[in-house]
């Protein structure tokens, strides 16, 4: 439901704070549809397509990728705990698409799925719960609704993009000639009221938010029962309400449900 930056409420707070969100989408959360520099997303989705099958938007926010699914698939469940968004949702698919695409108010930490196992999952930057165990309980919900041999196409902020960040503002004050310890100090201090580093949960526009190593990821694709087939870099693009740093990135990864 949230892009690299700019997330003024993380999924566990209040389905009205997210309904205030999705009123002013573009403002408040980074577009993963509009800053993809590559594309990715689009075409991942277009690579599994198959209109005999069905698909699910987890998370679905204002519905920036929901229409394009419903193009390519028989069917969308898409769902959010947020009636604004999902009444976005609702106005994205309009036309051709809308009759393929069931919306569903649903909080994904603490309900049942209200719809069958799918053959492909859309995730993106949902699974971003401070809490460890929301987001196990998240995680569940999305894996659980894959079909044996379906597929998830999962989004999450990278910690490893964080460090590099880090290093990036560390070499960049070395250069204009601070010390050494000045700089290590700093960077401790900053680090110490933005993050909790072990657990991967970093502050983004105020907002604690977890991100992910690659290995990871690995790790919990296995533990879900899924084989990993791609773990990519998607690299965002500049522009717009949300400054962002050179060489951010999230992870794009798709699994495949044994």
Known sequence: MSGASGDPASYHDSAAAWDRVAADYGRHVLSVREHDRRGLVFAR???????????ADIGCGVGEFTAHLARRFRRVEACDHSKEALARTRDACRGTAEARVRLHLVDIVSAPAPFEPVDFVLCVNVLLMPSLDERMRAWRFATNQIRSDGRLLLV???????LFQVHLAVAADLADGRDCAAVERDATRDAAGTSSMPLGVHLLSGVPTKHYLADELRALFDEHHLDLEELVRLEYAPGGPHVLGQGVWDWLAVGRRR
Do not use: M, R
Not at 45 to 55: F, L, R, S, V, Y
């Open 45 to 55: 989705i277009d690579a599994h397509a198959n209109t005999g099958a069905t698909a």
């Open 156 to 162: 999450v902020p990278s910690h490893e993009s964080i």
